[in-house]
């Protein structure tokens, strides 16, 4: 393991894994189970940013939730500053807790519509009962004008901003603890190109400026590429590939990572490149595929996929992937 | 701001500069209420009702069990809405049923949507086997007939008011209580509720600070409608006679005077059309500051 | 040079001129949509782009006459789809042209179909409504039009709820049902918004497929220019209920007059090849979408523009540079640009 002071870990995400029960059908039908997240780990070090990229339902969302312990965890380890979050008292965990904030990806839903807001930044200091009136205020409009929001503007209702407004009331709230670590569970999704932007840019900011350690959830890789310094591509609820920004993008492995890279639109694109399409859909996570997830939507599917699970490993420096074949070979011939 | 304005030259007037006042909260609300002109004049209403609940006795002192008149006189005979089967005047009867009416109706009410709001909330917030739990005693409330297992109660205990308040809430907060549980089964699915959990706030304050006030609504309504019934329900408890005696209300002089209705109209319509003005007053009230508490309906 | 209503061309299967919607709000009447022009080529795709609250999708529905009323309306315009003028025609003619020569695809897959239906009655009951066949016949082109939106197995899917089929399934379901009588136009309104990457570009490439071989002609409504690049032909920016610029997609691309849309494909985050710009600033427009109900005069962008004069405090006329492509900015004029 290195000691690195640089590359010091903050997040350390082990074997994590959360099952939701469904509803029996009948009382003596066996309880289905959904392996929502399955076996995920991974580190995101200090002041760096770490992107989970994947299509619905593949648990990045579940698994954001997961480490900000909104979703019962059934397995696995969390690991803040090298301290288990499970072997903590409650009342240091609470600390802890408010140390790992989230922003939401619906700015819509995500603001409670009968609190204005002022309210609404300043909750989290009355939930701690963190200093008084006045320091609370004080607060509140250090906030408003670190998110590029102006000081009137805290007596406003929520349906009285725009999308990108309403998102940067969410990341002032977020930020009134002073945490270390935000979960962005799809930040800049529901917004507007322009408005995308200018979050993006906020966020990037606030990351400089006040050292924070992100876990950047979306589905856009364009985004991703973006923010992200390192990215974990998820299928199914497990990680498929990982690796740093440039190598994933530049040589990715797994062949959903590059049917994911070439499904891309861009406005640039010509109309006539070819690009991988993948068959039909996700499968339903209740019964998923044996062996390799993704098998069922592979071309390079062949009878070990089916008999067996590939497991998450390092082919190159720093570069994880979870395939039979050393697929890298295979792109070269195509 | 001034300065970046003059910088880059826009000549445009920017509209996202304009200085929004704070506003206090409950001025602000009280201005859009009294805007309401319905929902004022219902509260006006429900003033002079209470005043004559009040002081209806000390006003009208006349005793309201006295026989003053030829039984069932016409109005204006006499008496201002006539009498009863039993010479009673209807007008001092409907002053002094005035109090106790009210006082039933309001303490019911309140007790009733306590105990439904309670049950639903902490049901569908928590979910899982405190809702199975909840839910099923809700069930065994709702399949019994409130208005015979409220005369069980009553005859059981005895005719005292309170006993009647009580019995009458513990019938009939069977709806309240899922209506409360359906809306915060689906307002704790909103991100709002998530981020309240994720800065780390406690189940109680989030149940009652920021799912209930978004909850409330519907709620509101059931309230208005409940006033209404339960005054439906004392008087039909009085019909058969198990209330206390010595109390009079309008739904026991409605009781009592329904075999008289068609030689007799004004015996029942007067205490009928007092019931009818204090449900309609309290639902134009509840309609009014529900309007006047959605921050969405706020003048911009 | 300024361009008077578009002249009717015989070429366009759909014309659409000086298209105007208002909206009823508290007694105040705003406009959603301002003196709209456009043509629709036969098996040409036009891409209609603009933020939310643009009046794009406004454009759509008034193209079916299915703008909500109250508290909207149709206040002006005209629209001729087969040199027929859908304004005058009869609450039963429109109901006749629409799904027949023009239908619609809307972006919620999820909420566009019954939940109570299985797919094949909801096939059935639309194919009927427009032909004159029995329900066995009907189930048979049912099964037809789900193999052409290639779906598998369809004579299996089509005893099946929507609740049972995922996302992009969904979407094909609505596709063949706009498709029931090969109709010309083809109003997709955020087709793949709602939609995985993977399965958005599978839709893209069917409605190719069936524009090939149909001839049909598309509106593809989005916020994605991405998907514009996918798919148009020719592109129409939107802002504020104004179309604000028009060109070819190339024209666009490579050539943005319009400030607005200049900073809408500079905002845009796109893939690349290397690793430049990481996390470097994106260049933003500023501000947010005005409030249709607090207008200011002049051109609707002015508030956010970067190159905004007091010229621009006069509403700008849309500059019409011929071939289609115009511009509603003062700076044309100037000989700027």
């Known amino acids: 393991m290195e ?206 400026e006040l050292d924070l350690t992100f876990l950047f959830i979306s589905h856009d890789l364009a985004v991703i590429q973006h923010v992200c310094d390192e990215i974990a591509v998820m299928y199914l609820g497990t990680i498929v590939e990982k690796a740093d920004r440039v190598a994933l993008f530049n040589n990715p492995q797994h062949p959903y990572t590059r049917a994911l890279l070439s499904a891309v639109l861009t406005g640039s694109s010509d109309k006539k490149t070819s690009r991988i399409r993948l068959e039909g859909d996700i499968p339903n996570p209740i019964n998923k595929p044996s062996g390799c997830r993704f098998r069922t939507r592979c071309s390079f599917s062949k009878e070990i996929c089916v008999e067996q699970e590939p497991v998450l490993e390092e082919k190159y420096p720093g570069h994880w992937e979870a395939c039979h074949f050393r697929t890298s070979k295979t792109q070269a011939s195509i | 701001m001034t300065d970046i304005k003059s910088k880059d030259q826009n000549p445009f007037f920017s509209l996202e500069e304009i200085d929004s006042e704070r506003e206090v909260k409950w001025r602000e609300t009280l201005r859009l209420f009294c805007a309401n002109r319905p929902a004022l004049f219902g509260f006006l209403f429900i003033i002079v009702f209470i005043f004559v609940g009040i002081f209806g006795s000390i006003l009208v002192p006349a005793d309201p069990f006295e026989m003053v008149a030829v039984p069932l006189t016409s109005p204006g005979v006499g008496t201002l809405f006539g009498s009863d089967y039993l010479g009673r005047d209807v007008f001092v009867g409907i002053v002094h049923g005035t109090k106790a009416t009210m006082i039933i109706a309001t303490t019911a009410t309140l007790v009733t949507v306590f105990i439904g709001i309670t049950v639903g909330a902490l049901a569908g917030y928590y979910g899982g086997i405190i809702d199975n739990i909840l839910m099923r005693i809700t069930e065994f409330f709702q399949v019994l007939p409130p208005l015979v297992f409220a005369m069980v109660i009553v005859a059981v205990f005895s005719s005292d008011i309170l006993v009647v308040i009580l019995a009458i809430a513990v019938t009939t907060w069977t709806t309240e209580a899922r209506l409360t549980r359906a809306e915060f089964l689906k307002i704790k699915e909103q991100d709002y509720v998530t981020a309240s959990r994720a800065i780390g706030d406690r189940d109680r304050r989030i149940i009652a600070r920021i799912i209930l006030p978004n909850a409330m609504p519907p709620i509101i309504i059931a309230i208005t409608l409940r006033v209404g019934i339960t005054i439906i329900y004392e008087a039909a408890l009085s019909f058969l006679g198990l209330t206390d005696p010595d109390i009079i209300t309008w739904g026991k002089m409605i009781g009592q005077s329904r075999d008289y209705f068609f030689d007799a109209w004004w015996t029942v319509t007067f205490p009928g059309v007092a019931i009818l003005l204090i449900v309609l007053c309290i639902a134009l009230i509840g309609d009014g500051l529900n309007d006047a508490l959605n921050p969405k309906l706020r003048g911009r | 040079m300024i361009s008077e209503a578009t002249e009717f061309d015989p070429n366009n299967i759909l014309t659409v001129k000086d298209l105007s919607v208002d909206f009823d709000v508290k007694g105040q009447s705003i406009n959603i949509l301002s003196k709209v022009n456009f043509g629709l080529k036969r098996g040409e795709t036009v891409g209609i782009i603009g933020e939310s609250g643009c009046g794009k999708s406004m454009t759509a529905l008034a193209l079916l006459r299915m703008v909500p009323s109250p508290p909207g309306k149709i206040s002006n315009g005209e629209i001729f789809l087969n040199k027929k003028d859908i304004m005058s025609l009869s609450k039963r003619e429109i109901n006749r042209v629409r799904g027949r020569e023009i239908s619609m695809i809307f972006q919620e897959p999820m909420t566009a179909l019954n939940p109570v239906y299985s797919i094949g009655n909801q096939l059935v009951e639309t194919i009927q409504q427009h032909k004159p066949i029995d329900r066995a016949s009907a189930m048979e082109e049912a099964i037809e039009l789900l193999r052409s939106v290639q779906i598998p197995a369809p004579e299996k899917r089509i005893s099946e709820y929507p609740y049972q089929l995922s996302g992009g399934m969904r979407q094909r379901i609505m596709i063949a049902m706009a498709l029931v009588c090969n109709p010309q136009v083809l109003i997709a309104d955020e087709p793949t918004t709602a939609l995985d990457v993977t399965v958005q570009a599978q839709i893209f490439d069917l409605l190719k497929k069936i524009q090939n071989k149909n001839k049909t002609s598309i509106i593809l409504i989005t916020h994605d220019f991405g998907a514009v690049s996918e798919m148009a032909d020719r592109v129409i920016v939107m802002y504020a209920g104004f179309k604000i610029e028009e060109g070819t997609l190339e024209e666009i691309r490579n050539s943005p007059i319009h400030p607005y849309t200049k900073g809408l494909l500079g905002s845009m985050l796109e893939l690349k090849t290397d690793s430049a710009g990481f996390r470097e600033r994106l260049p933003e427009i500023r501000g947010s979408v005005p409030d249709l109900l607090n207008r200011q005069a002049g051109c609707p962008f002015g508030p956010r523009c970067e190159s905004a004069t007091t010229r621009c405090l006069q509403m700008p006329p849309t500059f019409d540079l011929g071939d289609n492509r115009s511009v509603m900015c003062w700076l044309v004029e100037n000989g700027e640009n």
């Open chain 1, 3 to 208: 000691k690195n002071v640089q590359n010091k870990i903050l997040l350390k995400v082990e074997n994590l894994k959360v099952q939701f029960k469904l509803k029996r059908t009948s009382w003596f039908s066996e309880q289905s189970v959904v392996h929502a997240v399955d076996g995920v780990s991974f580190n995101i070090n200090k002041g760096k940013t770490l992107g989970l990229v994947g299509e619905s339902g593949c648990g990045k969302t579940t698994t954001g939730r997961a480490i900000l312990g909104l979703v019962n965890v059934n397995e696995g380890k969390l690991l803040f500053e090298n301290r288990d979050l499970a072997s903590l008292s409650l009342g240091e965990m609470l600390r802890l807790r408010q140390r790992m904030q989230i922003i939401f990806q619906d700015p819509y839903s995500s603001l409670n519509p009968r609190q204005t807001a002022g309210d609404i930044v300043l909750d989290p200091l009355v939930v701690h009962n963190i200093g008084n009136q006045k320091e609370r205020q004080e607060r509140t409009d250090e906030l408003f004008a670190l998110v590029g929001l102006r000081k009137n503007q805290q007596y406003l209702y929520p349906h009285q901003f725009s999308g990108g407004q309403r998102q940067r009331i969410c990341i002032a709230r977020a930020l009134a603890l002073n945490p270390d670590f935000i979960v962005c569970d799809e930040p800049v999704s529901a917004l507007d190109v322009a408005i995308q932007a200018q979050i993006l840019n906020l966020l990037c900011e606030l990351q400089d």
